[in-house]
């Protein structure tokens, strides 16, 4: 069955410092992976998503991650924070239900990400 | 391009009441999708539907159910409302149900069971 562990459920940093929010993932088949962003009393929006083309993903507002099939991992990164990057990020995974035709997301437990001035 | 609509944004509701929480999307989408989204954890799949007139379960069903008369709409009905049913409930939609694809979500129902 597939699962996904996101390592910190809280990240702080400084304005104008690197991102980094862990994901590692585990999956039996090939997955499709995502990364979406939650603004305060807001819905999910999708930064990015890794999709078995290129490893090296770019999303929206300067986010990237790469997926590393040896490490299991999903790792989304940001070379500068922004304070309006204060979000909670959650990492998600999908793939086929047991029927085979149907894509079920599975949602990690979500990274809070402070970013201080 | 409004995408998906909930509403209400807010409700408390009375233990034993019932109510329907509303969703709608204008992108023509075909999967439709409920999730309750809990303090400190990850959304978890409450009920779907493929298309208008198909539903079907997810993780979480029990206590709530869902119908689909049209391609627009998806709501969800709680019919006897329980403390435990205290969350904030997000609809979504997709194109397909591809693993691919990506889910559009509304801003959320967070609802308070009293």
């Known amino acids: 069955a597939q699962s996904v562990t996101q390592l910190d459920s809280h990240v702080s940093v400084s304005e104008g410092t690197p991102v980094l929010l862990r994901c590692n993932y585990s999956?039996?088949?090939?997955?499709?992976l995502f990364w979406y962003v939650q603004h305060p009393n807001k819905g999910l929006q999708l930064l990015l998503k890794?999709?078995?083309?290129?490893?090296l993903v770019k999303g929206i507002n300067g986010f990237e991650a790469e997926f590393k099939k040896s490490e299991t991992s999903f790792h989304l990164t940001k070379p500068s924070a922004h304070m309006s990057d204060a979000a909670e990020y959650f990492c998600v995974v999908s793939e086929l239900d047991d029927g085979g035709s149907q894509g079920n997301l599975i949602f990690g437990k979500g990274t809070k990400l402070s970013v201080k001035p | 391009n409004a995408g998906v609509t909930q509403t209400p944004k807010f409700r408390i509701l009375k233990i034993g009441q019932s109510m329907t929480l509303q969703c709608t999307q204008d992108?023509?989408?075909?999967?439709m999708y409920w999730y309750r989204q809990d303090p400190g954890m990850g959304l978890k799949l409450i009920y779907y539907?493929?298309?208008?007139?198909?539903?079907d379960k997810g993780e979480v069903p029990n206590g709530y159910n869902v119908s689909r008369s049209t391609t627009e709409d998806f709501p969800l009905r709680l019919e006897l409302a329980a403390p435990s049913q205290t969350s904030v409930y997000f609809c979504?939609?997709?194109?397909?149900?591809?693993?691919?694809?990506?889910?559009?979500f509304g801003d959320g129902t967070r609802l308070s069971i009293l």
């Open positions: 999956s039996s088949y090939s997955p499709s």
């Open positions: 890794y999709t078995s083309a290129a490893t």
């Open positions: 992108m023509n989408h075909n999967y």
């Open positions: 539907s493929v298309g208008a007139g198909i539903t």
């Open positions: 979504a939609s997709s194109y397909s149900g591809g693993v691919s694809q990506p889910q559009h």
